[in-house]
């Protein structure tokens, strides 16, 4: 079964921005392997590179809180 639709893109855009988060992920995926978008190098790194765990993220906070201390007694 084939059913064809005529949208303006202005109605095409308002369809996409209303999906859900999943649905738009599954969309840009397979846009990107009809296009054939592959990454660059730098996105490549930026996608599967490392991510920093709750706990790193509670240092790095408590760290930043300790250092703006220190530089307001100043």
Known sequence: MHVQVNL??????KIVRSLPSGKLKQLKAEIEKKSGGEPT???ELLLN???ATKKELDTIAKNRKAINQWRAKQ
Request: proline residues 8%.
């Open 8 to 13: 303006e893109f202005d109605q095409l855009l």
């Open 41 to 43: 190098g730098l996105e």
């Open 49 to 51: 590179g490392p991510t």
